[in-house]
């Protein structure tokens, strides 16, 4: 129940589950490439965090206080929304100040593929989340967090088998892979073709595409309306490229971290045979 009170995914995975009364604050809605827009978007990212911190004082004042704050690096299932890392550095002072543990969820981002092992690490924390959740590239789910987050008595988190741990043995050899290959370095080299391939297919067309974005190889582009996002969808899986949508009008990019520059190339041909059956 938790889980779901946070999530901002398809409403049907939320059907008929009862829900938490908890504050909701806004995310920065960002003009795009980010780089050109850096006046409009510190005000909206200023006035996002205006209202975080009013809503901790006025929950407080119920006698409601905030537990903790939850955030993504890059929202993903709300539609690849990105901030910038002085935005999280803000945040993090403000969970700070009022006592609101800080937790990172990774579970899309975390695992190189921004380029980092994981995508907090761009912002440059002087103090570190309290607790970091992950999962997907890293084979299991799981949390790490500060030693003073941990539970005061025994067995007041447990289950029967205690997790998985073959699914650690499996993660081990694929840390390693990841370090002897560099495949990091390969994310962010990967990463800059997908982006910039992006950007010119938005402006060939660009009464479909718009507002591309990422950063290494966690990238995604804004169709015109939804049914047509959809549809696009199925022409590029037809064409043999597995895509994902996410927020209303979005397609979002999760290419494995063995994803080369040359696949890139090939990704963005086959995307474009697929734009230009839509033209």
Known sequence: MGCLATTHTKAIQKVDVPTFDWPIAPFPKLRYPLEE???ENAQEEARCLEEVEDL???WGKRGKPVAGIVIEPIQAEGGDNHASCDFYRK???IARKHGCAFHVDEVQTGGGSTGKFWAHEHWGLDDPADI???SKKMLTGGYYHKADFSPDKPFRIFNTWLGDQTKNLFLTEVLKVIKTERLLEEVKRSGKVMLQGLY???TRYPHLLNTARGIGTFCAINVKDEATRNNLILKARNKGVVLGGCGVTSI???PALVFKEHHAH???N????????LN
């Open 91 to 93: 945040l993090r002072e």
């Open 56 to 58: 901790i004082v006025k």
């Open 266 to 268: 090939l990704f963005l």
């Open 37 to 39: 827009f850096v006046r």
């Open 132 to 134: 970091v959740s992950f």
């Open 270 to 277: 086959i995307f474009n045979d697929a734009l230009a059956e």
């Open 252 to 254: 979002r990019f999760r």
């Open 200 to 202: 010119e297919l938005q």
